[in-house]
Structures are given as C-alpha cells and as structure tokens.
C-alpha cells in the first residue's frame, strides 16, 4: 500500500462534491421529516375516525328507545345534528366539528313484514387538516315489535 | 510501504480556513442534531398515541359491556357508579382522581385498574323517555331513581406525558342502553 502525499490540486473537496453531498443529505432530511409528518396525519385521522365511531355508536344506541309512532312522527328524532371532537374542552379549542344526519327511511326489500320495519341511516361528515372530506356511515334496520322478549 | 514528504505548499490549514470549517460543521451539526430530536419526539408522541387509544378503547368495551347487560343501578355520583351485573354480581367502577385511576371492583373479591391516567370522568344516568325535538333523554327521577335508570352516558379523558417529551390526549364519550332494565 502507498501514501501518496496530497498534491496541491487534490486538497480538500471540491465545490461540486460538497453541493452533491449537501445535496443527499438535504433529501434524505426531507424523505425522514416527510415520514414523520405523514405519521402524525395519518395518527390524527385515526383518532378522528375513533371519535366518528363513538358519536355514531351514541345515536344508534338510544334507537332502541322510541317507540314505534315516535320513530315515524316527522322531527321526533331530529333529522341532524352537531357535534364537537372533544365536547368537554373550553369554547374554541373542542377540535373539528362533526356534522351528522340522522334518517329514517322505508325499508329497502320487498317482504309481507317491510311496513314494520324500517332503516336508520346515520352518516357523520367532517373536515380534516388539508382540507380533507370525510364521511362515515352507520345503517341499521328498526322493527315495530323488537326483536327479542328481554328487550323492554 | 512508503510515505512521500509533505509538499511544501500542502501542509496545514489557516486559522481562516480552519474557523469557517468549524462554523459550517456546527451550523450543519445543529440543524441535524435538532431533526434527529424532534425525531425523537414525534416518534415518542405517536407511540404515546397508540398506547392511550388501545388503553382507551379496552375499557370503554369492557365498560360498555357490563353496563348493557347489569341488571340494575344501585348507587351512582359523578365519578363512579354501581350496577348489579348480569352475573347477579355487585360491580363498581370508581374514578379516583388522586392516583388518576379508574377502578372496577366487584363483590367477588376482584379489583382490576381499567385506565390509569384518567384526568376526568363523569357518569350521567337518564330514564327511558327521548326528548322530542332533540337527542336528549329525561334524567331519572329523583324518587326511587333506581327503578326508571334506563341509559348510562358517561365521558372521560385521558392524557398521558411520556418521559416529558410528548404529551398526548384522548377523549371518550358513550351512551349506554341497558338491556335488562324493565319499563317501571
């Protein structure tokens, strides 16, 4: 193996080898933080579909407690409503809003039973971060008579 | 193997040369030791995130679960309520604010810690008749409540600081039916 000493032209890097490297660094920086907030988008999106969820849950679980002329009186069950990411935060910092509907329609299959029954649909819209439209939706079915003796 | 003397022109650095090189080095050292921290903390924050929703999550089932099937609501305050099961079992989930702790316990003997860093909780109890007009339910009685308790809301957030990094938050909302519970 040789050492050869450095010759005067070869000292140091020249200018284009430290803008290439700057270079690589620069993306490589730019790929990792990407990444990280692309991590922390997804994280909020997720938590605002858990949120979606429970306030859906909400309004499906109190279905069980109209009677059969209330669910068919026209404004009983208001046809929408609003809610708050976090409902227990002060004014101005309760996070997105949710803008659901609430929608009773006429059951969708052809059966001797179809009047005594009928579909709920509820849907929940809301807008994430970068201006983001989002939409869940929960449909169940409601029978007149119930379904089972315990129900009460 | 051999080593050729220095040439006379290539040895060394100035003070020049050598302070800019220093500058630069530490500017671009600064700027990568703070991405590699701030890394470090969402990384930390995201983690964080993921272990207070499953947490979250698990106890809301849990809860939700039993209070469905109880049979009855025996005694209740804001932080913490008391149902027989549907086991016939006497169950109470209490929220303790000095240790930030919700806790079920049960006649059987059993103690189980469902969330720990719980920072609020509240129980609401309301009878079986909606609210025309609005999504609201009446509140029980104040007579012989025990009879017309129909539906169980309750809420709680939780928030958890991770090695004093990342400080995250999670809220719950739910609005239970129980099943079992006869017309009064």
Redesign the interface.
């Given at each position: 193996?040789?050492?050869?000493?450095?010759?005067?032209r070869a000292?140091g890097t020249t200018l284009a080898e430290v803008l290439t490297a700057t270079a690589i660094?620069g993306a490589v920086?730019a790929a990792?933080?990407g990444a990280?907030f692309n991590?922390?988008f997804i994280?909020e999106r997720?938590?605002e579909n858990?949120?979606a969820t429970?306030?859906i849950?909400?309004?499906v679980?109190?279905i069980?407690?109209?009677s059969w002329s209330?669910v068919n009186s026209n404004?009983?069950?208001?046809p929408t409503?609003t809610q708050p990411?976090?409902?227990?935060a002060v004014a101005g910092s309760k996070g997105i809003t949710y803008r659901g509907t609430f929608e009773i329609s006429p059951f969708p299959y052809t059966t001797s039973y179809s009047d005594n029954m009928r579909q709920v649909t509820v849907t929940l819209r809301w807008t994430s971060e970068r201006n983001l439209q989002r939409q869940r939706t929960f449909v169940t079915y409601i029978a007149r008579n119930g379904l089972q003796n315990?129900?009460? | 193997m051999f080593i050729k003397p220095v040439a006379r022109g290539a040895r060394g650095y100035t003070l020049v040369e050598m302070t800019v090189a220093m500058a630069v080095f530490s500017i671009s050292g600064l700027a990568l030791a703070s991405v590699f921290l701030f890394s470090i903390k969402s990384f930390a924050a995201m983690g964080n995130y993921a272990v207070l929703d499953q947490a979250n999550r698990e106890a809301m089932d849990q809860l939700t679960r039993e209070i469905r099937q109880a049979r009855q609501v025996t005694s209740y305050s804001t932080n913490s309520i008391t149902i027989v099961n549907g086991n016939s079992l006497a169950v109470t989930y209490l929220f303790r604010p000095s240790t930030s702790q919700l806790v079920r316990t049960a006649s059987d003997g059993s103690n189980k810690v469902l969330l720990n860093d719980c920072k609020l909780i509240e129980f609401q109890l309301f009878q079986r008749n909606p609210v025309s007009g609005s999504y609201d339910i009446y509140p029980v009685a104040t007579n012989n409540w025990q009879h017309t308790v129909k539906v169980v809301q309750l809420s709680w957030k939780t928030s958890r600081l991770i090695n004093g990094l990342a400080q995250s938050e999670n809220v719950q909302t739910a609005r239970i039916v129980i099943r079992k519970q006869k017309k009064a």
């Amino acid at each position: 193996m040789r050492i050869l000493s450095l010759k005067r032209r070869a000292a140091g890097t020249t200018l284009a080898e430290v803008l290439t490297a700057t270079a690589i660094l620069g993306a490589v920086t730019a790929a990792i933080l990407g990444a990280v907030f692309n991590g922390f988008f997804i994280m909020e999106r997720v938590r605002e579909n858990q949120r979606a969820t429970q306030i859906i849950l909400e309004k499906v679980e109190t279905i069980r407690l109209y009677s059969w002329s209330q669910v068919n009186s026209n404004g009983f069950i208001p046809p929408t409503f609003t809610q708050p990411y976090d409902p227990q935060a002060v004014a101005g910092s309760k996070g997105i809003t949710y803008r659901g509907t609430f929608e009773i329609s006429p059951f969708p299959y052809t059966t001797s039973y179809s009047d005594n029954m009928r579909q709920v649909t509820v849907t929940l819209r809301w807008t994430s971060e970068r201006n983001l439209q989002r939409q869940r939706t929960f449909v169940t079915y409601i029978a007149r008579n119930g379904l089972q003796n315990y129900v009460y | 193997m051999f080593i050729k003397p220095v040439a006379r022109g290539a040895r060394g650095y100035t003070l020049v040369e050598m302070t800019v090189a220093m500058a630069v080095f530490s500017i671009s050292g600064l700027a990568l030791a703070s991405v590699f921290l701030f890394s470090i903390k969402s990384f930390a924050a995201m983690g964080n995130y993921a272990v207070l929703d499953q947490a979250n999550r698990e106890a809301m089932d849990q809860l939700t679960r039993e209070i469905r099937q109880a049979r009855q609501v025996t005694s209740y305050s804001t932080n913490s309520i008391t149902i027989v099961n549907g086991n016939s079992l006497a169950v109470t989930y209490l929220f303790r604010p000095s240790t930030s702790q919700l806790v079920r316990t049960a006649s059987d003997g059993s103690n189980k810690v469902l969330l720990n860093d719980c920072k609020l909780i509240e129980f609401q109890l309301f009878q079986r008749n909606p609210v025309s007009g609005s999504y609201d339910i009446y509140p029980v009685a104040t007579n012989n409540w025990q009879h017309t308790v129909k539906v169980v809301q309750l809420s709680w957030k939780t928030s958890r600081l991770i090695n004093g990094l990342a400080q995250s938050e999670n809220v719950q909302t739910a609005r239970i039916v129980i099943r079992k519970q006869k017309k009064a």
